[in-house]
């Protein structure tokens, strides 16, 4: 059972905007910054966004993050077929000392 | 460019230690920015953060925090002469097989990931 919560699968169609939540409480996304990763099948997670909202160079406009209370969510417009990956939200828990991930959620292009 | 490259034993018996470790390149591991993390994935399932070494800018000393599932069973230390920094997990079971990563950890997130390595706990 991981910490942070986020549905296990998505899906969309080419072109789509498809939104991934991931909820936590008032000890980790309450008070502290999240974050999300990207992972493509057999490869290591890549960071996509970082201080709620922030994209790393290289990263597509198409991707975006926002927060609210003890919520998060990433959003992806403009749907690709390379996007099919897995999704992860992370954030550093003062009640733990430590990052807690989500869950993880596998996306899906149709 | 930075990278990070993980090394160790891919079997290891049940009750036995896992030891791995993370090779930096291009990145000083004495650095108080950054916060070199470990974390796995069994297969099929979701990340877990293990735990991070680092260096406090304020006081110039060696700190570490732990997942506390595994608190107890687990170690995470440097060698800056290597350019190093290692993992052990004590007494392991099947529940420990996994990939396991090493990454860079900043305030900007786990930027630099290592490619992974397979450790499978059996007899």
């Known amino acids: 059972q991981s910490v942070l919560t986020q549905p296990p699968s998505a899906s969309g169609t080419p072109g789509q905007r498809v939104t991934i939540s991931c909820s936590g409480s008032s000890s980790n996304i309450g008070v502290n910054y999240v974050y999300w990763y990207q992972q493509l099948p057999e490869t290591a997670p890549k960071r996509l966004i970082y201080?709620?909202?922030q994209r790393p160079s290289g990263v597509p406009d198409r991707f975006s993050g926002s927060k609210s209370g003890t919520s998060a969510s990433l959003a992806i417009s403009g749907l690709r077929s390379e996007d099919e990956a897995d999704y992860y939200c992370a954030a550093w828990d003062d009640s733990l000392s430590g990052v807690v991930f989500g869950g993880g959620t596998k996306l899906t292009v149709l | 460019q930075v990278q990070l490259q993980e090394s160790g034993p891919g079997l290891v018996k049940p009750s036995q230690t896992l030891s791995l470790t993370c090779t930096v390149s291009g990145a000083s591991i004495r650095s108080g920015r950054y916060f070199w993390t470990w974390i796995r994935q069994p297969a099929g399932k979701g990340l877990e953060w293990i735990g991070r070494?680092?260096?406090?800018?304020?006081?110039?000393?060696?700190?570490?925090n732990y997942n506390p599932s595994l608190k107890n069973r687990v170690t995470i230390s440097e060698d800056t002469s290597k350019s190093q920094f290692s993992l052990k997990l004590t007494s392991v079971t099947a529940a420990d097989t996994a990939v396991y990563y090493c990454?860079?950890?900043?305030?900007?997130?786990?930027?630099?990931w290592g490619q992974g390595t397979t450790v499978t706990v059996s007899s």
């Open positions: 201080q709620n909202n």
């Open positions: 070494i680092y260096t406090s800018e304020n006081t110039n000393s060696e700190n570490t």
């Open positions: 990454a860079r950890g900043t305030w900007d997130g786990m930027d630099v």
